[in-house]
């Protein structure tokens, strides 16, 4: 049982390269979400997913695009990268009922 | 819109002191609150999840209460240890929505 995984776990891009940051979870949640964290800011939504085939917007969806084909796979993608994008990206999912948030261990992304 | 703050932002305590951790937000209409702890360079791990039916939750040395009627969760920890040494997030979910709104993290260090 290995949680949520991320991959990358670092990536670099020059800005306007695109990219897909992958999220799995094998705890068949129906939830999931991406989040960034950048400093003196806390974490902030990006989006999220209540199910296989739906995404809605979070907080920050600007610039970003996602999917969620698989219920255990939830990938977000940056077409034209910004070096405002420059952050630490995490992926979490939760089950049906009020439980608990399981977070990834993170993605490391740096725009040049 | 819910707004999430932890003050203080920084918190520094000698070895063996009980602390508390304060988490406010502007919404009371939430289902559940929960504390994360986060290590340098690492992912969020869940410490307690409070619903919104719920007062209290203790787990070893820590307890997080909630008031809702004044927008409040403590986290109280006992007998602190230089391992407690960690940023320390709340998120509130907010009913009616999937999601959650994070504070920006009380950065708590202890002294041997």
């Known amino acids: 049982n290995a949680g949520v995984t991320q991959t990358p776990k670092f990536r670099v891009l020059k800005t306007g390269q695109s990219m897909t940051l992958l999220c799995a979870q094998d705890?068949?949640?129906?939830?999931m979400y991406w989040y960034r964290q950048d400093p003196g800011m806390g974490l902030r939504l990006i989006h999220y997913s209540v199910g296989e085939g739906t995404t809605a917007k979070g907080e920050v969806p600007d610039g970003y695009n996602v999917s969620r084909l698989k219920k255990q796979n939830f990938l977000l993608g940056l077409e034209s990268a910004a070096p405002s994008q420059t952050s630490v990206y995490f992926c979490a999912s939760r089950g049906l009922s009020r439980e608990t948030q399981y977070f990834g261990p993170g993605t490391r992304l740096l725009v040049l | 819109k819910q707004e999430v703050t932890q003050i203080p932002a920084a918190l520094s305590v000698p070895e063996g002191e009980n602390l508390v951790l304060n988490c406010s937000f502007t919404?009371?209409?939430?289902?559940?609150l929960q504390w994360f702890r986060q290590d340098p360079g690492k992912g969020l791990t869940s410490l307690l999840l409070?619903?919104?039916?719920?007062r209290e939750q203790t787990s070893g040395r820590l307890n997080a209460s909630l008031d809702k009627s004044s927008g409040r969760s403590t986290l109280y920890i006992a007998a602190s240890q230089p391992g407690d040494s960690a940023t320390y997030l709340c998120a509130v979910g907010t009913s009616g929505t999937y999601k959650y709104i994070f504070g920006t993290g009380t950065r708590l260090k202890v002294l041997a």
């Open positions: 919404d009371s209409a939430i289902y559940n």
């Open positions: 409070i619903q919104s039916s719920q």
């Open positions: 705890m068949n949640h129906e939830y």
